[in-house]
């Protein structure tokens, strides 16, 4: 696994730019810019740095700085918000804002989630040098808590007043990271005021997005109409994507978590792979991490790799989608234990069981394992359950986040 790790994030590695910049994907011969947008450099950067807590390689850990620092940079200083870039080819310097985003929502999370990667593969401090990321981080946060809505769910963008099942699913993880990062921080203020964004998107998520119905998330919640509804047996995206992501960033109960993942692996295997020409949705493995699937995810995990390597990273891959795969391949995202250890017995003779606290995994763990215990090497461990069995909780479970 190290090998392929180490594959995987040499090839984000060979894309990034002279500014520090990690493009979409390669730049195609000829073209005279690259294109950069925040949302997928940032991902990359979670693998980045999970690559360089596997291996060792500080230069991973080198080039997750680099583009954090690009993302500092260029945060607009009224908002915090961070526009897609065109950034002159071959030079690699000199990034021109397109005046676009996708969200700025999703944004700020995924920055705060690679920024809290990034320090814990560097041990779990923040070195001198790049102590410059908590302002940015209190900048990415305030950007983040710019579209919290009422109801505790985040609106895409300021001018977008809907809330995307994907990027909520990102804020919350988002939020988690930023309140672990201000922790090490020292920002007391900062750490709490993420926890209770996260609590109150927490309330939001069941109340406003689970649709009991279905029996899945509503894919988009306007702020006037109806929401539109997931057809998980029907569309891959984003409705059952949606599913996956919220079971994946573990913004759901164990109950969800379980019943979810049981319908995507029924109506929708192919998000558990991959083939050239369609777009890979990593984050689905961290959905069968999170569900206690570790053999399933590492198995479905490997063959991606090697069908990626056999067409050579072919677009629509992207830079992002590859930094998933790491993670995936490193445990999961690990900043909430996984459902079927939330969900493990007590002694009390009642037959139920409770969940863990959402902040329950130290520092310096990933996916509810050490690494060593991810990877089996070092005498760890890795709890391994078949796809086939733990698919529901035990009985009696209660589901409150």
Known sequence: MDQTIRAQANWIASTQLSDGAIPEAPVPAGNTSAYVTPYVSDYAVMGLARAAAVTGDQAYLSDAWKMLDFYARHEQPSTGYVDDFNVPYPSGTGAEPTGHYNSTD??????????????????????????????????????????????????????????????????????????????????????????????????????????????????????????????????????????????????????????????????????????????????????????????????DAASISADLVAASYHWPVTTGAVGELIVAETGGLGLSPPFHQQCEPTTNTSG????????????????????????GVAGGTVLVFDRRRRRHPPKGCRTSR
């Open 106 to 299: 999703s944004y700020a999370a995924l920055f705060l989630l690679g920024a809290y990667e990034t320090v814990e593969a560097g041990g779990g401090t923040i070195p001198r040098a790049d102590s410059w990321v908590v302002g940015a981080a209190t900048t990415a946060l305030d950007a983040l808590l710019s579209t919290q809505q009422a109801s505790g769910l985040f609106f895409a963008t300021p001018t977008y007043t809907a809330a995307l099942a994907m990027d909520n699913a990102e804020d919350d993880g988002g939020l988690l990271a930023a309140a672990r990062l201000f922790g090490i921080a020292g920002d007391s203020e900062a750490a709490t005021r993420a926890r209770t964004a996260a609590e109150r998107l927490g309330t939001g998520i069941q109340k406003d997005m689970w649709n009991a119905t279905q029996g899945s998330f509503d894919w988009a919640v306007p702020e006037s109409g109806a929401p539109n509804v997931s057809n998980v047996a029907t569309t891959k995206y984003p409705d059952a994507v949606a599913q996956a992501w919220m079971v994946g960033y573990g913004a759901v109960t164990p109950t969800e978590a379980f019943e979810l993942v049981n319908e995507l692996e029924g109506f929708q295997p192919e998000l558990f792979s991959w083939s050239e020409g369609h777009q890979l949705f990593a984050v689905a493995l961290w959905a069968l991490e999170q569900v206690g699937h570790q053999r399933a995810a590492r198995e």
């Open 352 to 375: 139920s069981c409770a969940p863990g606290s959402r902040s329950a995994i130290p520092v310096g763990t990933v996916g509810g394992a050490t690494l060593a215990g991810v990877l």
